[in-house]
């Protein structure tokens, strides 16, 4: 294997900019608002604003918050300004993150300490409905927490009387979303916080996606459930602003209602002979970029620039929903309450409808449990809904004449495996060659022709060993063997 050697020669800036240029060739078009998760996009005045205030502030670390007052006063600027959209009274306190998952695992760890400290609680657990994200339980597998995941009732919406269920001495948190992201709707956070309150733990509410939405969904008049530090209980909320706040990458925002929780989030070693090492966060070093780009971003739009993109990202949702449902064999699921759709079949395969709307240049994720395509609307979307329906009509249409066609065939088809679905293309495509060594001869291109494989397919737990196979050969070296270029 050859590995990749650094040029002899530096490349100039030009040819830099031309390979890079070639590298995107393949990648998701999110400027024409064909993909509908992973980029928000608040246009190319916005990105200017933010790409200017980036690279001024690029070098800058925020490790040391003394070193650069600039970036400590930017940073509590973007925390206040959050807090203050999230309803945080006096004695509240928080830390910018790089992104949701950061904030979540901060928030765990904050909670485990806390208990351990005031309650001596020695074998943490936590409580989540299963339509938290994942990044609880990468937060419970790393930081020793025991998860115990609850149903969501048929609204999709968090159980709560099964939560209470499960609260005992050892619980530290109880968690709820707003809104959760698979079907976009706000679990009860006062029942939730009430739980909690009522049994002195804390909870965290991961409005990662919806925090710099909902409020401004509020003011445009919507009846919306409580969620956020109006409700009596609610002990830290996330905010993700590299989402609907419209950042670039690697900002959010972790308050705590008591400034006083937010000291078992720090860390401190006295005893390094490099000095003594206080970090607010899990990172070291910080980029000051992100801080000082998130920070334009939220003065360059100012109330009144967030009021206008939630004014667009509603309108293109309401489209959007109304068009699915004005169209036979597909649905919204849940009541979604803000911008996050999840749509699936009726007598037709979710799957297959994205397949044939991948076929026609939209990017749109598979989910699980129950099967269902997931759409995130943002202002992105303002304008493309027509183009949208059109394409969505013509593949259901399209669909529907297979499901037809299929069902005077003899092969019954196994719609229940579903996981393999909602995979990323390549992590599908890397698993599907993965299986192909296990003996299965054909490795179908499309994930609607997977059904025949998918139902030899062995168990849940050998399933999750082929996606650690295939990630593992993702992130391979250019040029190593076992690389799935
Ligand atoms: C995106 C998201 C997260 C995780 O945030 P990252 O920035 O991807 O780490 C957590 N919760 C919800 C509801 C999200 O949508």
């Known amino acids: 294997m050859n590995l990749p050697q650094l040029p002899e020669q530096g490349l100039s800036c030009k040819r830099l900019a031309t390979l890079m240029e070639s590298f995107r060739a393949e990648d998701a078009d999110w400027r024409a608002g064909r993909t509908f998760s992973m980029v928000f996009n608040p246009g190319e005045e916005a990105w200017q604003v933010a790409r200017d205030a980036y690279t001024r502030f690029m070098a800058e670390n925020a490790l040391n918050p003394s070193a650069f007052p600039s970036l400590r006063r930017m940073e509590q600027e973007c925390v206040g300004m959050t807090a203050s959209l999230l309803h945080g009274a006096a004695g509240t306190a928080g830390s910018m993150t790089s992104g949701g998952t950061e904030s979540i695992m901060l928030a765990v760890k904050t909670a485990r300490d806390w208990a351990a400290k005031t309650r001596g609680v020695s074998r943490p657990e936590m409580i989540a409905p299963v339509t938290a994200h994942p990044a609880f339980d990468k937060a419970a597998h790393y930081f020793g927490v025991k998860m115990q995941h609850t149903p969501h009732d048929s609204d999709y919406r968090a159980d709560v009387q099964a939560m209470r269920e499960l609260v005992s001495d050892h619980t530290v948190l109880v968690v709820g979303s707003a809104p959760q992201y698979a079907q976009g709707v706000i679990d009860p956070i006062e029942q939730i916080a009430a739980l909690a309150a009522e049994h002195g733990i804390l ?173 995130t609307i943002s202002r992105g979307h303002y304008g493309i809904e027509d183009a949208f329906l059109a394409d969505l009509g013509e593949a259901v249409e399209i669909c529907r004449k297979q499901v037809l066609r299929r069902a005077v065939e003899t092969a019954t088809v196994k719609l229940s495996s579903g996981a393999a679905y909602v995979l990323p293309d390549k992590l599908f495509g890397a698993m599907s060659r993965a299986a192909a060594r296990l003996g299965s001869e054909a490795v179908p291109k499309r994930s609607a022709a997977m059904y025949g494989m998918m139902a030899e397919l062995p168990a849940r737990g050998e399933l999750e060993e082929l996606v650690l196979d295939a990630l593992d050969r993702l992130n391979t070296l250019p040029g190593d063997s076992e690389s799935t270029e």
Not at 291 to 313: D, K, P, V
Request: hydrophobic residues 40%; aromatic residues 10%; glycine residues 12%.
């Open 203 to 375: 909870c965290h509410v991961d409005a990662c996606i919806g925090g710099f939405l909902l409020p401004f969904v509020e003011e445009l008049g919507a009846e919306l459930p409580r969620w956020d530090f109006r409700v009596p209980g609610v002990t830290s909320i996330s905010c993700d602003l590299h989402k609907f706040g419209y950042t670039p990458k690697g900002a959010s925002v972790l308050v705590y209602r008591d400034r006083r929780l937010r000291r078992h989030q720090f860390h401190v070693y006295t005893d390094w002979p490099g000095g003594i090492y206080a970090s607010p966060t899990m990172a070291g070093t910080r980029p000051g970029g992100a801080i000082a780009a998130a920070w334009a971003m939220l003065n360059y739009q100012g109330r009144a620039g967030y009021l206008q993109m939630a004014r667009e990202t509603l309108t293109a949702t309401q489209r959007i929903v109304d068009g699915i449902a004005a169209t036979e064999g597909i649905k919204v699921l849940g009541e979604p309450d803000m911008s996050i759709v999840a749509l699936a079949g009726e007598g037709v395969n979710s799957y297959a409808i994205g397949d044939e709307m991948q076929a026609r240049g939209w990017h749109i994720d598979r989910q699980q449990f129950p099967a269902s395509l997931h759409l």
